[in-house]
């Protein structure tokens, strides 16, 4: 029983990890065709149809770049800091439910790798690991603009991360638990908490952006101040890992908000068809991507529309409107659970 | 006291300040992502070149064909008019004399061994083609590819000659006054050249042909 346990994770894990960096992948041509799209263009389109193998060009291309290191850079922490954004990028899909439980002969396989029940706490200590990354390898690179790009990496981090924990501590107010499958499992029906708190919503989205160091928040590599902020001195498979945690990072911010606040792996209707479990937790999984390609989209959608933040318009937007939303939430989210009495 | 404006049109600059809608940045972004996916939808300006080429015009001036008559031979006599036409200087040839036995290749007793054009210094102005008393050059409404080295953008006869079968179409580039020309059979160069002339050749020039430098 314990092997097949272990051998279930192992599965999971791996399917998951390579969904992940498949979706990383295909994000980057996504990206692409979205704005070649919104700029009346067409995108990549020469590397097979509809250009789907060009995140196989690119990153082959990647592979076979020179790999330099800077002969004044701190070699250990500039090999490390790409490591660490892929790494943490990684494992907050962790504690994501997918889907509802399947069986398979009799075995109940639950699609999430942990159950935690502090399943937000962990989340918010990996988002918060993922900053170290930018910033061990912005100052290992010993460039003034790549240290530049880590320093506003982290100061970004500061200003938006307490309105993304008040925004999170609302929706733990609602389900009344810290794990993520109870979370998603209180919003079945139309209880999804976008409804409920929608202010939430938006303030977790728009901290979501700055997490993923997404436009319009994209101070830390800002190309058009710091040249390419703090993976300026990457090259190679080592930039490959910056830029594509980027997408990872994207992917798994989409999963938590669809977790957190859309409902996850639920559709309100497909209760009442009387399908089997194992189609039912399908239907769920698919929803579940559904709801993440959406939101990604969005953030393409964002990318391409809007110009980027000013430093100190970020830490306005952050410390001056968002937090004060973030706890206008929480009140709103209080009178709500009071109104419909304890659960 | 204030300077005195330096222009009627001058106006005074208000620092007016955001109302809330403004400041809350929420109407910009949602009218600005109307903006852009409306783009999102609109029909791409974008031609897939080599599979979807845009119109050109029929009498597109684009890369250059070197005739043959109707038998087959080469109309070019290097005389060099089109070289020194030229205004971009791109044209250079080397003149030969035709041997016994070589009529069906060549229309004259003169012709280009070697004939260049550098499509890079070319500027498409079809000047050649006006000054070639032969009807040997013309434009098509071919383009010149893409090449990534430089030396390959010389064109030799290799690739300007049309092909023994399978005539390059100028008939549109061909204004009404040289069809009236090429109509004159009376010239030297416009005789047909046949098979059965090639027993009687090689005949010599009369004198009165234009255009014949040799």
Known sequence: MDILFLLEKLILGVVIVAVSFLIGMYATLAERKVAGFIQDRLGPNRNGPFGILQPVAD?????????????????????????????????????????????IAGHMIALQMADLNVAILYVFAAVSLGV????????????????????RASSQMISYELAMGMSAIAVVMLSNSLSL????????????????????????????????????????????????????????MKLGFYLFSEYINMFVSSAMMATLF?????????????????????????????????????????????????????????????????????????????????? | MAMPPLTSRSKTVVDKHRTFAERIYIPAIVSGLGVTISHFFRKKVTWRYPEEVRPRAPVYRGMHVLKRDEAGAERCTACGLCAIACPAEAITMTAAERKPGEERL?????????????????????????????????????????????????????????????????????????????????????????????????????????????
């Open chain 1, 132 to 151: 170290y990354g930018i910033m061990v390898g912005g100052w290992a690179s010993n460039n003034k603009y790549s240290l530049m790009g880590a320093l």
């Open chain 1, 59 to 103: 990153g082959g291309k990647l592979f076979f770049k020179e790999e330099t290191i800077p002969a004044e850079a701190n070699r250990f922490l500039f090999v490390l800091g790409p490591g660490i954004s892929m790494g943490t990028a990684l494992i907050t899909s962790a504690v994501i439910p997918w889907g509802r439980p399947i069986t």
């Open chain 1, 181 to 236: 499958k109870d979370i998603v499992a209180a919003q079945s029906g139309w209880h999804w908490n976008i409804l409920i708190e929608p202010l939430g919503f938006l303030v977790f989205l728009v901290t979501a952006f700055a997490e993923c160091n997404r436009h319009p928040f994209d101070l830390a590599e800002c190309e058009a101040e710091l040249v390419a902020g703090y993976h300026t001195e990457y090259s190679s």
């Open chain 2, 106 to 214: 060549y229309r004259e007793e003169k012709y280009a061994a070697v004939y260049e054009i550098n499509m890079l210094r070319c500027i498409f102005c079809g000047f050649c083609e006006e000054a070639c008393p032969k009807e040997a050059i013309f434009l098509t409404n071919r383009l010149v590819p893409a090449e990534d080295l430089r030396k390959n953008f010389i064109y030799g006869k290799d690739k300007l000659l049309e092909p023994a079968p399978g005539a390059v179409d100028v008939s549109l580039r061909q204004t009404g006054a040289v069809a009236k020309f090429k109509s004159e059979t009376g010239f030297d160069h416009n005789r047909v050249y046949e098979a059965a002339d090639a027993e009687r050749s090689p005949h010599a020039t009369d004198g009165r042909v234009e255009g014949s430098r040799a």
């Open chain 1, 262 to 343: 859309l409902g996850g792996y639920q559709l309100p209707f497909v209760d009442s068809l009387g399908l089997g479990p194992n189609l039912l937790a399908l239907i769920g999984i698919v929803a579940l991507f559904v709801k993440i390609f959406i939101l990604m989209f969005f953030f393409m959608w964002i990318r391409w529309t809007l110009p980027r933040f000013r430093y100190d318009q970020l830490m306005n937007l952050g410390w001056k409107t968002l937090f004060p939303l973030a706890i206008v939430n929480m009140l709103w989210t209080a009178g709500v659970v009071a109104l419909r009495g304890f659960h």
